[in-house]
């Protein structure tokens, strides 16, 4: 008898979960509280977007589930080769991301969403009801029973045999497993406020670029700032999505129109040219400020198989690391393992998700946290410059037996989070160790030829 | 003109906050989803209690509310002046908690809290609305407004000034708070599950305890064995309620009778004569399990003084301190004396609650978690008996000077609770050292008796 899964929420990782599933012969239902975002204008643009940047994790878990369908929804990526570091005098500085040429990629989080959506339509076990708001779920070992609110303001009930909660930070399916487990949950905002901002195309084709580009699209331009910061990732129409970071007391002290001018033209004089002063201001002004909320639980399923909670979810995470999709992809391809590697026996799948993914997505919330620090001010720092540079040496001579840590965070899907962690740590206390040593030698080499100077200056003199 | 106050939850904490509100003149409306408790026959036991201990600090908070009515409640309380460690042969042995004869107090919470209910009755602006149960707030600059279900089926709103959630470790106060605000929050489940046992009175009056009780009402009597435990705090009518706390895979491995009855024999034979053997197996077989949770969060409030939280709905601890009740109680004193402060201003009074009482609630909630650890092991080893003799020792000599850690805790109201954790980090140190120039001591003295042992039996030979 075929097996039937309510998959709730249908972003990036939901649509995911539904493909996966129906590839290996679920009946799948899919709910998302909005109606179908195919349908609106594509002017209806929600400003909270913060653009995605797809890597390793992300693409080979696409191609895990489907490569086709990989190939077909990435097809509109820009590849992103490096930061642009832009400083206050207007210089720019490239740091590439990867030792020999890795890249992490630009996507639009919409188009992402709508080609995933599409892609549904090729599956007849898989139907999407938009418009559904999960309300409730009466779970039983048997069938678990989701209530929805639809926008036709009526209640409507699914029952299947399990429930798939892909319906994000604030996932409503997680607070209804609540009541049925013993979940560990927190949730911590860090003091960061985000405002969307927008950089228009150029006005004609630039062949540097290859196209209308006023920056370089192969680029994550970041104006660094120490405790705040500017951001922006390319679009395929020539156009950048700008991000704001900031303190939130900052940005509520900027509270007034012509505070804003002041404080955009003494600290990006040259990215406020590039999005136009007046439009950039007025953004500032007007769009909505956005929260950053990291969100750990565990255990992240219901025994007996009867429901389980990916992406967001599970593990909200802030998006300094670039891998909140990244891993929400990848939480889909480990359970898909799992399932195969079980014949199916849910119950014993989920348990094992479990077990197994807490202490990589306990890694991956960490390390989104810790980098921003990096990204606001540790890349313009002389220390941390020095210490890329030699970590970059050891890893292009070292190859495989040295990575540094962004090549496997971002570039070694093969590489778990928590892995990654530890294997940095004993890599950063050679690096310590070397730093030590080189400075010893600098020392005594100087003390050296000091010495060497006084004698021949004493000779000199006699 | 008068403000308003609805404060949800009847319990301790909800009835304290009524009576110091309406105090300073409030209109207060206090709600519960309960019936009126006092209604109930008292053989409706809910068999999820854990006894009260009630210590300094409950008690001054009390006081402070008020005088009279604190002496009215705390009436039947009976003093407990130490732990009686119970050893697998049946052994008693005395542990005092006081270094000068201090003592907390066992209190029945459902005796306690009606008590506390009959109170209100002598406040003309406190009214009382059980059956009523929180299902939303709709929070605004002037007015907060209360949505609750009644059991009689219907949805009625009640509109005050501002609210004050006294509604326990799964408030729904909070999680409404919480669409306001960015608050940190998180939930953690320790790996301990809790029976209630019940030990009834004794058949006569027993003359040594001045009353029907089989073991002594004025000891907080511990069971320890090591990952597991059993307690008994005394009851007025002789009675004593107990709670087992085990790890949860222990009590579900004890999935027969058969098994329950070996393990208790083998573990608790005293306790279990005292309970009557047939009715206390019958009872772990058939009473609810409990799980104990940690709840923190902050801030505590929303701005504009528009709303508050009080007690286990901001702080939830697990009961191994005999804190909960105590911290929640002088949640109360807290709030009252910036309420005092700051004459009347809620706004800045709330500010400074969340600001100032964070640390104290922090530091409760983790001592209260290590406590475990203590009660249901430390208590025996013979390390931990040297180390808090000479902490008592050193109490006992430098009086005010040097505290042991529970006597701040327990009976020193005036030393909060993060300034009791610094204090004993401080003493520690010094105990260790002591124990480090001691050991030293010995060991030389050791050697130098070894020794003159030796030259002596050298000379005997001779």
Not at 51 to 57: F, M
Not at 180 to 197: A, F, G, P, T
Not at 327 to 356: P, T
Request: charged share 25%; proline share 3%; net charge neutral.
């Amino acid at each position: 008898m075929t097996e039937t899964v309510n998959v709730i929420g249908a972003g990036l990782v939901g649509c995911l979960t539904a493909i996966a599933l129906a590839k290996r012969n679920f009946e799948v239902v899919l709910f998302d509280y909005r109606l179908d975002p195919r349908l609106k204008s594509t002017n209806d643009r929600n400003l909270r977007s913060i653009n995605l940047a797809i890597s390793a994790r992300g693409i080979t878990s696409l191609q895990y589930v489907d490569e086709q369908i990989s190939q077909k929804v990435l097809k509109d990526m820009i590849p992103m080769w490096g930061r642009m570091i832009h400083d206050l005098a207007g210089n720019q500085e490239s740091q590439n991301y990867g030792l020999f040429g890795e890249c992490i990629n630009s996507i639009d989080r919409s188009v992402l969403n709508n080609s995933l959506l599409d892609e549904l339509d090729g599956f007849s076990n898989i139907s999407v009801k938009f418009g559904h708001k999960l309300s409730r779920i009466q779970f039983s070992s048997a069938k678990q029973n989701c209530i929805f609110n639809t926008d036709a303001q009526d209640q409507v009930s699914f029952e299947a045999d399990f429930v798939v909660g892909c319906d994000g930070a604030y996932s409503t399916t997680r607070s209804q497993m609540q009541r049925e487990v013993r979940m560990d949950y927190s949730q911590e905002y860090i003091d960061c406020c985000y405002i969307e901002l927008y950089i228009p195309p150029a006005e004609a084709h630039n062949a540097e670029f290859g196209g209308p580009f006023q920056i370089s699209p192969n680029h994550l331009h970041i104006w660094p700032r120490h405790n705040y910061m500017l951001i922006a990732l390319s679009n395929g129409d020539g156009s950048f999505t700008s991000t704001f970071f900031g303190p939130w007391s900052l940005v509520e002290s900027l509270d007034s129109r012509d505070k804003i001018q002041t404080f955009l033209t003494d600290n990006f004089p040259d990215a406020l040219k590039l999005m136009g002063p007046d439009t950039a201001i007025e953004a500032f002004e007007r769009n909505p400020r956005g929260a950053l909320m990291c969100v750990e639980c565990n255990p992240y399923h219901l025994e007996q198989g009867r429901a389980i909670i990916l992406g967001d979810a599970a593990h909200s995470m802030v998006p300094f690391y670039g891998q909140g999709m990244n891993c929400g992809f990848e939480d889909v391809k480990v359970l898909m393992q799992l399932l195969d590697k079980h014949e199916g026996d849910r119950s014993a799948a989920f348990d094992e998700y479990s077990l197994k993914r807490h202490k990589d997505l306990v890694s991956i919330i960490k390390l989104a946290k810790d980098n921003y620090k990096e990204m606001s001010h540790g890349v313009t720092s002389r220390l941390y410059l020095i210490r890329k540079k030699l970590d970059t040496l050891l890893g292009r001579w070292l190859r495989d037996k040295w990575i540094p840590l962004y090549t496997m965070v971002s570039f070694k899907a093969d590489i778990p989070y928590h892995q990654a962690i530890i294997k940095e740590q004993r890599q950063k206390k050679i690096l310590t160790y070397i730093q030590q040593v080189i400075f010893a030698a600098l020392t005594v080499g100087g003390i050296y030829s000091f010495t060497a100077l006084r004698r021949t200056l004493k000779n000199y003199r006699r």
